[in-house]
C-alpha cells in the first residue's frame, strides 16, 4: 500500500529506535504527550513502546472524541430514537458506547432501529430510502471530521432532504490541550501533535504552545516511522532547550489547513459558550453547535431533547485518566468493574481509550518474560 | 434451573448471568464463548469439563463417529463466489474435517420463509447438492419447516453432519507444547469483507469472493504428512484467526506467538480493512483451517499442504510458546507486538 | 452456533482519526465533486467537496476520512521525508567512524598560528 508501506519499513523502523535510543538523555525521564486518540491506537496497534527506551513516557490525551463525550448527551440522543420513526445513525465506534440505559447496540436489541454508516453521507442515503422516517445521525468528532458533517449539512439544505437532522456532539481540540496544560497535575516536556485534525485547522493553531507555554509540539503522522521521526524531532528540540511548532506530516498536512473545510464548518457551525467534557468538565468555547440557518437539520432543534446530565460513578476516575494525570491501571474500577467488555467509561469502550489500550497491551503483557524473544 | 436435582445429580452451576440474548452472543467471540459454557454446557454437559471442540468425537458400540452441527443465516443469500447452501455443506464438512474425521454425511434442516421464491430455494438445493459430490457426502435426509413472512430472513439452513475418524489422529490442545508450530491454509479474511461488499450498503467494490470450499483433501494432506505431530486443529470461521487462536491459547494454557507479516492476506481485504477500520485477524474466513503441528514435522506438513491444489499459499504463521499465558501475542519484524483478544461484539452481521 | 451480529468492534479502529491514502482513479462524468478512489484494489466512492480550491485529478493521491478527501498527498513530501528517514543515523554514525581515526589528536598537535 503506497503511502502506507513505506511508513512501515522494519529496517528504518529499527535506524530510527535506534536514534532515539542515541538521542535520549539517559538522565532524563521525558514525557510525552500524544493528544489524538489516532496516535494511541497506533502506537498499541504497530507495538511501538516495545521499542521505545524506558526513560521515554508516552502519556495519552483527550483526543478521543468517544471519551470525551458524557453519558447524558448519548441519554439524550437515544431518548430521541425511542420515536419508532427515527433511525438512529452513527459511525461504528459509538455502538458500545454505555448510555445510562445501555449502548445503542444494545437499545437496538430491544427494537430500536438503530444503523452503523461509515459516513455521514450513508446517513444522507439513508434518509432518502426511508421517506417514512428520520434518520438522526449522532455526530463526534473533533476538527478532523466536522467538515464532512458540513458539508453534508449543506448537501440536505441544498437537496431539500427533509427526514435528516444532525446531533451534534464536535468538539474542537485546541481547548483540550489548553485544559491539560492548566491543569496543576501536569508535567509534560512535549506533544506528539495531532495529525489529521491538522490537516483541517493547520499547524498555526499550536504556536501559543510553544510560544506561552515553551514546549515543542510535533505535527505527526500515524505510521510507525512516523511516530519515531516526531519523536525524534521533539528530542532533538529539548536537547536544544528549543520549543516550536514543526510539521513532520508535511505529505498531508498544509501549514495554513484546508480553506475550504473550515470555510464549510463557518457556514454551517458556531462554537457553543460552553460545553461539558466528560472527566474535564464544563470548557468554554470547545465545541460546535448548528447554525440556526441549519436549525431544521439540527436534532436539538427538531425534537424535544430532555437534556440528560449523568454524573460519572465517583469511584470511576476516567478525568484524571484523560488528563494523564493517572494511569489506567491506577483508576479503582480497572480491570475489575471496568473492562473492554464490561465498561463503565468510554475510555475502555473506544478502541482509542487508554483504558482499553492499556488494558489490552499492558495489563495482559504483565506476565510477559524474556523468552518471548522481543528484539530490542 | 433444577433439572438435574431431580436425577440425584448436583445442580449444574450455570455462570449465565445476562437478562437477554443480544447479537453479540451469535457473533462467534467472548459473548457466544459466554452462553456456550456458562449456559448450555452446565446444562447439557454437566460436570464434563472437557474443552468445547468443533465435532463430538462418539463411540457407539465400538465404532467411533464423528459429529457436529451448524447454521448459516446469511445475508444476502448469494455472494461472490457462493451461497448460504454452499457454506452450510462446506461448513459442517469443515468442521468435521478439523476435529480429524474424514466427513461421511449430511442432514439438513430449512426453515423457509412464507413467500420464498421456489426458485431461489431450487437454486440453493443445486448448490448444496454440487457441494456435497464435490467433498464426497452423501445427503442423507432433512426436514423442513415453513414460518410466517418476516420471521425469518428467507431461509435459515442447519446442517448436521457425520465423519468417521482418521486412525492416527488426536486433536487435543492438552497435548501443545512450546515449540509447535502453527500453520494456515491460506489468505484471510475473504468470506467475510466479501458478504460486507455484497450487502451494498458501503460505497465499496473490489474483487473478492467468498473463499468457502471444502477443505478435507488439505486436512487430509497434512495427516498423511504429519499425523502423528498434528495437535489440534480449526477452521477460523466467525470471529477469525484470532479468535480461533485465543481459544487455542485457553484450551492449551500456553502462549499463541503470531507473526504478522507471515499471515497471508489479499490486498483487496487489507485495503477495505483499512478503510473500514477492522482487523483482518478478526473476519470470517470459509475455506480455511489452523493446525498445530510437533516442530519436528512442520515442514512436511507445509510442503504437503502447498503441494495440495487450494493450499499455495499456506504459511507457518507462528508457534507455541510458554509466555504469554492464555493469550494471543502478535508480533512485528522491528520488535513490536500487541496482544489480540478474541473477538468482542461483531463488526459483521450475518456473514455465516 | 450462528446468527448476526451488529457492530461494535473492538478492534474496530479510530474511525475519527482513521484515514487512509487513495489513488483517484476517475472523477464522476455528472459531478466533480464524486470520485472513484482505489486503496489497494479496493474501489471506494469518495467526496472531493473539502477540495474544491485545489481539486485533485486522476493518478492524484489523496487522504481519505470517512468518505471524504481531506487533503491531497504530496509525492515530494513523501519522498523527502523517506530521505530523511534513510539517513536517520548516518551522520551519527559517520561521526563516530571518524572519531575512531583519532584524527583529534593530530589537530591539537598542529599549533592554530602556525605561521
Known amino acids: 500500500m503506497k503511502y502506507v508501506d513505506e511508513f512501515r519499513d522494519p529496517e528504518l523502523i529499527n535506524r530510527a529506535a535506534e536514534q532515539i535510543r542515541r538521542l535520549a538523555d539517559p538522565n532524563r525521564h521525558y514525557r510525552l504527550m500524544e493528544v489524538c486518540g489516532g496516535h494511541t491506537h497506533a502506537i498499541y496497534r504497530f507495538g511501538l513502546k516495545d521499542i521505545l527506551p524506558e526513560n521515554i513516557e508516552l502519556i495519552h490525551g483527550p483526543g478521543c472524541p468517544v471519551c470525551v463525550l458524557p453519558m447524558g448527551r448519548i441519554d439524550d440522543a437515544l431518548a430521541v430514537a425511542q420515536d419508532p420513526d427515527v433511525i438512529f445513525a452513527a459511525f461504528g465506534d459509538m455502538m458500545r458506547v454505555p448510555g445510562t440505559h445501555g449502548s445503542p447496540l444494545e437499545h437496538k436489541a430491544r427494537g430500536m432501529d438503530v444503523r452503523i454508516v461509515y459516513s455521514p453521507t450513508d446517513a444522507i442515503k439513508l434518509a432518502k430510502m426511508n421517506p417514512a422516517k428520520h434518520v438522526m445521525f449522532f455526530a463526534i468528532g473533533f476538527e478532523t471530521t466536522a467538515p464532512s458533517t458540513a458539508l453534508t449539512l449543506k448537501r440536505a439544505k441544498a437537496e431539500g432532504i427533509h427526514n435528516f437532522s444532525v446531533f451534534c456532539n464536535h468538539v474542537t481540540i485546541i481547548p483540550a490541550i489548553r485544559a491539560i496544560l492548566d491543569s496543576p497535575d501536569m508535567r509534560l516536556d512535549g506533544f506528539i501533535g495531532p495529525g489529521h485534525v491538522s490537516t483541517v485547522i493547520g499547524c498555526r493553531p499550536y504556536e501559543w504552545i510553544a510560544k506561552n507555554e515553551h514546549k515543542p509540539i510535533v505535527v505527526c503522522g500515524f505510521e510507525p516511522l512516523d511516530l519515531l521521526q516526531s519523536i525524534v524531532m521533539l528530542l532533538k528540540q529539548l536537547q536544544n532547550d528549543e520549543a516550536k511548532v514543526e510539521n513532520q506530516y508535511k505529505r498531508v498536512v498544509p501549514w495554513e489547513g484546508n480553506r475550504a473545510a473550515l470555510k464549510a464548518m463557518a457556514e454551517t457551525f458556531q462554537l457553543r459558550p460552553y460545553f461539558e467534557w466528560r472527566g474535564l468538565g464544563f470548557i468554554s468555547q470547545s465545541a460546535l453547535r448548528i447554525r440556526d440557518e441549519y436549525a431544521e437539520w439540527d436534532s436539538e432543534q427538531r425534537f424535544h431533547v430532555p437534556g440528560i446530565r449523568v454524573t460519572d460513578p465517583k469511584a470511576a476516575q476516567c478525568g484524571e485518566v484523560l488528563k494523564g494525570v493517572l494511569k489506567p491501571s491506577q483508576c479503582k474500577l480497572f480491570g475489575k468493574e471496568c473492562t473492554p467488555e464490561n465498561p463503565v467509561g468510554a475510555l475502555m469502550v473506544s478502541s482509542e481509550g487508554s483504558c482499553a489500550a492499556y488494558f489490552n497491551y499492558e495489563h495482559r503483557k504483565a506476565n510477559l518474560v524474556a523468552s518471548i524473544g522481543v528484539s530490542v | 434451573m433444577s433439572s438435574a436435582t431431580k436425577i440425584g445429580v448436583s445442580a449444574p452451576k450455570i455462570r449465565f448471568r445476562e437478562p437477554q440474548i443480544e447479537m453479540a452472543h451469535g457473533a462467534g467471540g467472548k459473548a457466544s464463548r459466554r452462553l456456550v459454557e456458562g449456559l448450555f454446557a452446565p446444562l447439557f454437559f454437566g460436570a464434563s469439563a472437557e474443552p468445547l471442540s468443533d465435532a463430538a468425537q462418539l463411540k457407539i458400540n465400538g465404532a467411533r463417529l464423528a459429529v457436529t452441527t451448524d447454521s448459516f443465516v446469511v445475508k444476502p443469500l448469494v455472494f461472490p463466489g457462493g451461497s448460504i447452501g454452499e457454506l452450510a455443506i462446506n461448513g459442517t464438512v469443515n468442521d468435521l474435517a478439523v476435529s480429524g474425521a474424514k466427513p461421511q454425511a449430511i442432514v439438513v434442516t430449512f426453515i423457509l420463509e412464507a413467500g420464498l421464491r421456489t426458485d431461489v430455494l431450487q437454486a440453493e438445493i443445486e448448490a448444496m447438492a454440487k457441494a456435497a459430490q464435490e467433498a464426497g457426502v452423501r445427503i442423507a435426509g432433512g426436514d423442513t419447516k415453513v414460518v410466517e413472512h418476516g420471521k425469518a430472513d428467507s431461509m435459515y439452513i442447519t446442517t448436521t453432519g457425520l465423519g468417521a475418524p482418521l486412525p492416527g489422529v488426536e486433536i487435543n490442545p492438552q497435548s501443545v507444547c512450546p515449540g509447535d508450530k502453527i500453520l494456515l491454509s491460506g489468505p484471510i479474511g475473504d468470506h467475510g469483507i466479501t458478504i460486507l461488499l455484497a450487502r451494498g450498503e458501503l460505497d465499496m467494490e473490489g474483487d473478492l469472493r467468498s473463499d468457502t470450499r471444502c477443505v478435507f483433501p488439505m486436512v487430509n494432506a497434512v495427516v498423511e504428512a504429519a499425523g502423528p505431530g498434528i495437535r489440534w486443529m480449526r477452521d477460523p470461521t466467525r470471529g477469525g484467526v484470532a479468535t480461533s487462536l485465543n481459544e487455542l491459547a485457553r484450551d492449551c494454557g500456553l502462549g499463541v506467538v503470531l507473526f504478522e507479516d507471515s499471515v497471508p492476506i489479499h490486498d483487496a481485504v487489507r485495503g477495505a480493512c483499512e478503510l473500514l477500520g477492522l482487523d483482518p485477524l478478526h473476519i470470517a474466513n470459509e475455506g480455511q483451517f489452523l493446525a498445530v503441528v510437533a516442530p519436528e514435522l512442520a515442514d512436511a506438513a507445509l510442503k504437503a499442504l502447498k503441494q495440495t491444489p487450494g493450499g499455495d499459499e499456506a504459511r507457518i504463521i507462528g508457534e507455541i510458546r510458554e509466555q504469554p499465558v492464555g493469550s494471543v501475542l502478535v508480533t512485528t519484524l522491528y520488535g513490536g507486538s500487541r496482544i489480540i483478544d478474541m473477538l468482542v461484539g461483531d463488526p459483521l452481521p450475518r456473514i455465516c | ?115
Open chain 3, 1 to 115: 452456533m450462528s446468527t448476526s451480529g451488529e457492530t461494535g468492534s473492538q478492534d474496530g479502529g479510530c474511525h475519527m482519526c482513521l484515514a487512509i491514502p487513495g489513488k483517484i482513479v476517475e472523477i464522476a462524468p455528472d459531478n466533480p465533486n464524486s470520485a472513484l478512489v482505489d486503496v489497494v484494489g479496493m474501489r471506494r466512492r469518495v467526496d472531493l467537496g473539502l477540495l474544491v480550491e485545489d481539486p485533485p485529478a486522476p493518478g492524484d493521491w489523496v487522504l481519505i476520512h470517512v468518505g471524504f478527501a481531506m487533503s491531497k498527498i504530496s509525492e515530494a513530501d513523501a519522498a523527502d521525508q523517506m530521505r530523511t528517514l534513510e539517513m536517520l543515523g548516518e551522520c551519527e554514525a559517520a561521526v563516530q567512524e571518524v572519531r575512531g581515526y583519532g584524527l583529534e589528536e593530530i589537530e591539537e598537535k598542529q599549533s592554530p598560528s602556525s605561521a
